[in-house]
């Protein structure tokens, strides 16, 4: 009892609808390291796995918290760093792609790109470089990438900048998203975490629903809630957490 009441993290659906009083969209379970030979492995092996089926049900309930916003765009963040938003932003652009829609995985984490190494992909050019010096959206077409994912494309960082903000707060950042819009079914954005760095709410200007991911028994639920309530002031909503 003491243990219990003294752990502040975030471990189960009851922990996240009590504790931090936002949506639950799901569990994702751990998987030991070196047993997968990508990221998004357990969605494309021929066996079904615990892992694989809750990204897939991950899917659903984000697909039925964004059916009264009808938007295509929605971002990933956590608390801080290290919970695992990547890994989520990946797997779920990858589970929407395997349903045949035509989707587009941004790499907004412009501090801490990790999408093109997610999909091996080339880092040499970027979102980055059409934010600090393009003239036309049509540029943007150019630095899309295909994934080894039929139905799924990337916009990798490309060259890591120095003034990330900087960058986010150009009318450019809309411009691409309503041209990126156009071109696919659904956009997916892998951003920074909230602490301590403000990216995140910069991006949620232009994208109004947020995707949280919480690291399982490891952030502690008044971090957690300051991120959440930094997001909500910045007139976003919170589609739910996913306990990764």
Not at 147 to 175: D, F, H, M, Q
Not at 187 to 196: A, G, H, L, Q, S
């Amino acid at each position: 009892l003491m243990v219990e009441t003294l752990d502040q993290s975030v471990r189960t659906q009851e922990d996240v609808e009590n504790r931090l009083k936002l949506p639950f969209l799901g569990t994702i379970p751990f998987i030991p390291q070196g047993s997968m030979a990508r990221v998004y492995h357990s969605l494309t092996s021929n066996e079904s796995s615990l892992t694989s089926e809750s990204f897939r049900n991950l899917r659903t309930m984000v697909d039925f918290a964004e059916m009264s916003l009808k938007a295509k765009r929605v971002l990933v963040t956590s608390a801080v760093q290290e919970e695992g938003k990547s890994y989520v932003a990946a797997n779920l652009a990858v589970a929407f792609a395997q349903l045949g829609e035509s989707v587009l995985l941004i790499d907004g984490d412009l501090r801490r790109p990790k999408v093109h190494k997610n999909f091996q992909l080339s880092s040499e050019h970027g979102i980055s470089d059409f934010l600090a010096s393009g003239r036309s959206v049509d540029e943007i077409g150019s630095l899309i990438q295909q994934t080894p994912i039929a139905s799924l494309k990337s916009l990798p960082c490309g060259t890591r900048p120095p003034n990330p903000s900087e960058l986010l707060n150009t009318p450019r950042v809309e411009a691409l998203l309503n041209w990126i819009e156009s071109k696919f079914d659904r956009v997916i954005v892998d951003c920074t975490p909230i602490y301590p760095i403000h990216d995140t709410l910069l991006w949620g200007r232009h994208i109004p629903s947020a995707i949280f991911v919480v690291r399982y028994g490891k952030t502690r639920t008044p971090l957690i809630k300051n991120a959440a309530d930094r997001l909500l002031s910045g007139n976003m909503k919170i589609l739910g957490v996913v306990v990764n």
